[in-house]
């Protein structure tokens, strides 16, 4: 369990916490490319407790500015987004992409107040259909993380999202748990569980043996954490899952190395929204229709929460990624379904994970946690993000990954190991991309 004031300092990440300030220190996806167009409608964008606005300018540059007018405080959504610049309709200040006052209209022509006001800007950059942006305090920023779905050509790779209400630790932890998987994504009869395209039948020792012993060591950019369970004799089944600093998660692919394999990005909107990102990814080859129309799909995407499951669109921040099956419907529970079925008895995959993180409360009071050896990767998990905002703080020490780009072409794994092996050294090719 973590004391009331670490669980505080994991949890709260608005501007000035010590893990806001840890989170600033990266590049952080925001929202995607498709969703503004030049001089189109702005876009309402939380990060980190923070109110924006994103356009796209005449040029087909990205901004995002704070939502209040350095004016009057007016909010900026309402703005005409014309001519390079984004414009006030409260007094027509308006705002180029760097934060720059570039028009101050209900000034007299020879005032040179528009020069002493700026916006709050971040600046942003696009790949693979996403915008980044870094909110952290260098005036030269970091480069951005080398991520495979972010670097691999576009047509390697798909993106979702959706908003989770909850504190994204809760969300981080659940998607480094190697051990749920043989409980809450599990099927009473696992050989009828489909096969996605591209996949192969999930290996069945996550049934078999329920009671996975785990190790866990630090890397340059994170966490891997290394769950072993039984499998034939002298062998063991291994899954690894890595942790990258400061919110993404990858999940251990199937026994396939060339196969798609996945992962998240747990973006923290604020103390108690996060926004999901779900990726799915091949290192070797475009992703076929099939997956992708598999992916799209709803509830059968999988980690993917298909467009067709979401609440009716809103201009809220988040307002396209709200998915229909939410606390307000218990999330679509099926008890029949989970007599005969499933074990959790919800259909949709990603959102069996959203009940259980959601329905602990927004911030889960941690230290009423009873943490036992399967929680082995939860608890070096929260050492390495505490440690480091802790470290940032109070030493100015940059964190793990956030100068080194290239610390994060690294991939997940499933092995099956002889059990006289050291699955560190012997896992250690099948952790690089190739």
């Not at 006052?101 to 800007?121: G, H, L, Q, R, Y």
């Not at 959102?351 to 990767?377: C, N, V």
Request: charged share 20%; hydrophobic share 35%.
């Amino acid at each position: 369990m973590l004391s009331q004031s670490d669980n505080d300092l994991l949890t709260r990440v608005g501007p000035g916490t010590a893990m806001g300030d840890l989170i600033r220190q990266y590049w952080l996806p925001a929202f995607l490319s498709w969703e503004i167009e030049s001089d189109g409608a702005p876009l309402r964008v939380r990060l980190l407790g923070e109110a924006l606005v994103a356009f796209r300018d005449t040029e087909g540059r990205v901004g995002l500015v704070a939502d209040n007018c350095p004016h009057r405080g007016a909010s900026m959504w309402f703005g005409r987004n014309e001519e390079s610049g984004l414009r006030c309709v409260y007094h027509g200040w308006k705002f180029d992409l760097t934060g720059r006052c570039s028009d101050m209209p209900n000034e007299p022509p020879e005032s040179n107040f528009k020069n002493k006001v700026s916006i709050t800007a971040y600046p942003c950059l696009e790949r693979n259909g996403v915008v980044w942006t870094y909110m952290g305090p260098r005036s030269q920023p970091p480069a951005p993380p080398d991520l495979p779905w972010a670097t691999l050509p576009e047509d390697h790779s798909y993106v979702s999202m959706r908003v989770q209400e909850c504190n994204w630790a809760q969300a981080v932890e659940g998607g480094i748990d190697s051990s749920h998987v043989s409980f809450l994504h599990s099927w009473l009869d696992p050989s009828k569980r489909p096969i996605p395209p591209g996949g192969t039948r999930v290996p069945l020792y996550t049934v078999t043996d329920r009671h996975p012993h785990f190790e866990a060591l630090d890397t340059d950019y994170g966490v891997l954490i290394g769950a072993r369970r039984d499998a034939e004799a002298d062998t063991y089944y291994w899954r690894l899952t890595q942790f990258l600093m400061p919110f993404y998660t990858m999940i251990p692919g199937q026994l396939d190395p060339d196969g798609t394999v996945g992962g998240h990005a747990w973006v923290p909107m604020d103390d108690t929204h996060t926004m999901t990102w779900s990726m799915s990814w091949n290192y070797s080859r475009p992703l076929t229709p099939e997956e992708v129309a598999q992916m799209t799909s709803f509830p059968g995407g999988g980690i993917h929460y298909g467009r067709a499951g979401m609440k009716p669109q809103s201009s809220q921040p988040g307002g396209k990624w709200m998915p229909a099956l939410c606390a307000e419907n218990d999330f679509g529970l099926d008890r029949e379904l989970m007599k005969t079925k499933l074990y959790i008895g919800i259909e949709q995959f990603g959102t069996q994970d959203s009940a259980i993180q959601e329905t602990m409360g927004a911030i889960y009071d941690r230290p009423k946690e009873h943490l036992g050896s399967a929680d082995t990767g939860i608890i070096r998990y929260r050492r390495r993000v505490i440690g480091a905002a802790k470290a940032l703080r109070e030493q100015g020490i940059s964190p793990p990954g956030a100068e080194q780009p290239e610390a994060y072409r690294v991939r997940s794994a499933s092995l099956i190991l002889p059990r006289s092996a050291n699955w560190v050294d012997r896992a250690r090719e099948h952790l690089v991309p190739r």
